[in-house]
């Protein structure tokens, strides 16, 4: 099996900053596409950020400027620096990673429990 699981949530002020970090373990053989979402209470869950194996990065609108997506492949971490924190970015921050766990087997997407972060004003 494959276990995600996230580190680095909390509470911050606005302007401040928190790293987030998301560990990959268990039969792993290869990791493709990694992303974190987050969902607001009472709202849908978004995507925030992603990245290839190859490292190529996508943001959505609301963080591009402010977060930072990027990946240790021989760790098999994924990381989110976040600055400028705005009380709208309150949510719980999930990861999620496409993993191979034989070389025979296909990609299958894995999601992390959560890690809660809290933006006041």
């Known amino acids: 099996q494959v276990q995600l699981v996230e580190y680095g949530g909390g509470y911050v002020q606005a302007g401040g900053s928190l790293r987030l970090s998301c560990a990959a373990s268990g039969s792993i053989f290869s990791i493709d596409a990694m992303g974190w979402y987050r969902q607001a209470p009472g709202k849908q869950r978004d995507v925030v950020a992603g990245i290839t194996s190859g490292g190529t990065t996508n943001y959505a609108d609301s963080v591009k400027g402010r977060f930072t997506i990027s990946r240790d492949n021989a760790k098999n971490t994924l990381y989110l620096q976040m600055n400028s924190l705005k009380p709208e970015d309150t949510a719980v921050y999930y990861c999620?990673?496409?993993?191979?766990?034989?070389?025979?087997?296909?990609?299958?997407?894995?999601w992390g429990r959560g890690t809660q972060v809290t933006v006041s004003s």
């Open positions: 999620t990673a496409d993993v191979k766990m034989n070389w025979g087997l296909p990609f299958k997407n894995y």
